[in-house]
C-alpha cells in the first residue's frame, strides 16, 4: 500500500530523502465504506488523502441538485482544498463511489514539511497548480462542448473509470441527464 504512494511520489519528481520524509507522516490508513462520506459539506478538512484503492466523488450537494466536480482513484490525491488550505468549513463532499482505501496525512504536518524541505514545498505548489489548471480547463469544457465531445474528453482522459463508475456520477460530472448520457454512449458505440 504505501509503495503506491512511494511510487506516486518519486514519480513526481521528489527525492529518496524527501519521500522518506513525508513517508513518516503519511502512514495512517482510512478506509472508507461505498456511499459513505469521507468529508460532508459544512465540516472542515483536515487532511489530504492518497488513494490507494477505490474511488471518491467530489461534489457540491445542494436540496435541488448534487453536482459531481471531479474523481480521485487509485493512485491519485484528494481532498476539499478550500477547506484545508483556509481550515474552513468545506463547500464540498467527499463522497466513495466503491470501497476505498486511503493514506493520510493532517494539514499540521504537511505544514511542518513544507517549512522544513524547500524541496516538498516545490511539490505541493506543483500539486495545487495542476489541481487549478484541471480545474480551469473543465470549466471551459462545460461551457463550449457538445455532450457527445464532452463524453469524449471524458473516455480519452478518464476511461479506465468507465466501468467502474455509475453512470449516474458520470452524467453529473458532464453536466447532462443520464438520458442525454445514454444517447451519447449509443451515437459513439
Not at 464540498?92 to 496525512?105: G, H, M, N, V, Y
Not at 513544507?114 to 497548480?129: T, V
Not at 473543465?138 to 474528453?153: A, F, G, H, N
Request: proline residues 3%; contains cysteine.
Amino acid at each position: 500500500m504505501e509503495n503506491k504512494l512511494e511510487t506516486y511520489l518519486e514519480n513526481s519528481g521528489l527525492s529518496q530523502q524527501s519521500i522518506a520524509m513525508m513517508s513518516n507522516f503519511w502512514n495512517r490508513k482510512s478506509i472508507v465504506k461505498k456511499n459513505d462520506y469521507l468529508l460532508r459539506r459544512t465540516q472542515k478538512e483536515n487532511y489530504l488523502y492518497f488513494i490507494v484503492s477505490g474511488c471518491i466523488s467530489l461534489m457540491v450537494e445542494s436540496e435541488n441538485k448534487n453536482s459531481v466536480l471531479g474523481f480521485g482513484y487509485d493512485g491519485s490525491i484528494i481532498t476539499s482544498f478550500i477547506s484545508f488550505s483556509s481550515q474552513s468549513p468545506s463547500n464540498l463532499s467527499l463522497l466513495a463511489i466503491s470501497d476505498t482505501e486511503l493514506l493520510k496525512i493532517s494539514k499540521r504536518e504537511l505544514d511542518q514539511l513544507i517549512s522544513s524541505d524547500p524541496e516538498i514545498a516545490k511539490w505541493y505548489h506543483s500539486l495545487i497548480e495542476k489541481t487549478l489548471i484541471g480545474h480551469l480547463k473543465r470549466q471551459i469544457e462545460l461551457v463550449t462542448l457538445s455532450p457527445k465531445d464532452s463524453y469524449k474528453v471524458f473516455i480519452e482522459r478518464s476511461g479506465h473509470l468507465v466501468n467502474s463508475i455509475p453512470l449516474k456520477y458520470i452524467s453529473s460530472y458532464l453536466n447532462m441527464t443520464p438520458e442525454t448520457l445514454s444517447r451519447v454512449r449509443n451515437m459513439i458505440s
